[in-house]
């Protein structure tokens, strides 16, 4: 029996072995298909990394797909059922690297295009696509570099779905309408070096920073709201001395991470943390790193027809949740777009045998389709 277009397409996708930042020629087979159907087609190469946008037609609304090509390493190859890059179906499951992300999904865009076009070939507004090899790693030359690269000639995204793997239990059951924003600071507080016998003649900073540490932990940043858990505050890394139990440290590094909701500002975290620094007296130096704002679509065109989309083909409601990380929305949510998530099922994705089940793909294609048909 031979495979669907989109498990073929899929398989095609993920026998390529694309470890980011490498496209490993993912877009071109991506663009042979497009290219027929009568998309303009951009190759933009910055730096390391291969992107592609491609659109079909002129007018608004602008509906894009985004996703990227790249996948995280294998991991240990012995561990896994199948050859990682030798998409395999074992029991209804297709297994292999980017069956689930998002190697799986960008197949069921294409097709889905391809099936929309041919029953609306003079659909209204416009179709995209906006993909990267550039999303697994430091995302600095992808996503982020095409949107800037889209609004310094004013070419604005309406509407998008991006493909991450979205979804618990079932394709469909989670739409994610929404993301948290992320911040982290790298703290080093300074004291003075000297022996544990001789405290006075030094000053430790481990000593002098855990008030504050454990102020910065008790405070309750904000509440939250109807899409947004209260926003995060943790410690995922210290460090201190020189591995001799009778040295005082002259440094302690702290690294702390927020992942914050709509409620607050990463000007405001920053304003706020430097405060509680600042009130128990500590000598610090202090570097943020912002990864993300935090974006939300509660309503709207996109979503309204998701929704629809969805209960057309499982018969029930998604949720709309903005749990879990940050992803490429956040580039495209920055320039007014409507932005949500719809993938397929995320308990695999990272893992050896990650795997995505092969009705799940067929589904999320006529989900995507569907979609399609309801915002244009």
Avoid at 201 to 218: F, G, Q
Avoid at 258 to 281: N, P, Q, W, Y
Wanted: proline share 6%; hydrophobic share 40%.
């Amino acid at each position: 029996m031979s495979d669907s277009p989109v498990i073929a397409l899929a398989k095609d996708l993920m026998s390529r072995p694309s470890v980011t930042p490498e496209d490993a020629g993912c877009q071109d087979v991506m663009i042979a298909r497009l290219e027929q159907l009568g998309f303009t087609i951009e190759t933009m190469v910055f730096e390391d990394t291969t992107n592609l946008w491609a659109r079909r037609g002129t007018q608004a609304p602008l509906f894009v797909f985004a996703g990227h090509t790249d996948v995280v390493p294998s991991g240990p190859v012995e561990q896994w059922h199948t050859p990682p890059f030798e998409p395999t179906i074992i029991d209804g499951y297709l297994h292999g690297r980017g069956a689930a992300d998002m190697k799986g999904s960008l197949a069921c865009m294409i097709v889905a295009i391809e099936r929309f076009i041919a029953e609306n070939p003079d659909h209204n507004g416009s179709i995209a696509l906006l993909i990267t090899s550039d999303e697994e790693g430091p995302f600095i030359n992808g996503t982020t570099r095409v949107v800037d690269t889209l609004e310094a000639r004013n070419e604005k995204i309406d509407m998008c779905i991006v493909g991450e793997p979205s979804s618990t239990l079932n394709v469909g059951d989670v739409v994610k309408n929404g993301r948290r924003g992320s911040i982290t600071g790298d703290l080093t507080v300074k004291g003075i070096q000297g022996h544990v016998a001789y405290p006075h003649l030094a000053n430790n900073p481990v000593h002098k920073a855990l008030p504050a540490l454990a102020e910065l932990a008790a405070i309750t940043w904000d509440n939250g709201n109807e899409y947004f858990p209260p926003t995060s505050f943790q410690i995922p890394n210290i460090a201190a001395g020189t591995g001799a139990s009778n040295v005082i440290p002259g440094e302690f590094q702290v690294q702390f991470n927020f992942r914050f909701s709509t409620e607050l500002t990463d000007t405001e975290i920053k304003r706020r943390v430097h405060s509680v620094l600042d009130a128990h007296g500590l000598d610090y130096d202090l570097k943020w790193t912002l990864s993300g704002h935090p974006f939300l679509t509660d309503k709207g065109t996109l979503v309204e027809a998701v929704v629809a989309a969805i209960e057309e083909v499982n018969h029930q409601q998604p949720e709309l949740l903005t749990t879990g990380g940050t992803s490429d929305g956040r580039f495209i949510a920055r320039t007014g777009a409507q932005v949500v998530e719809l993938g397929p099922v995320n308990a695999t994705i990272h893992k050896v045998n990650e795997c995505v089940k092969v009705a799940d793909l067929e589904k999320l294609t006529d989900m995507y389709q569907k979609v399609l048909e309801k915002a244009l």
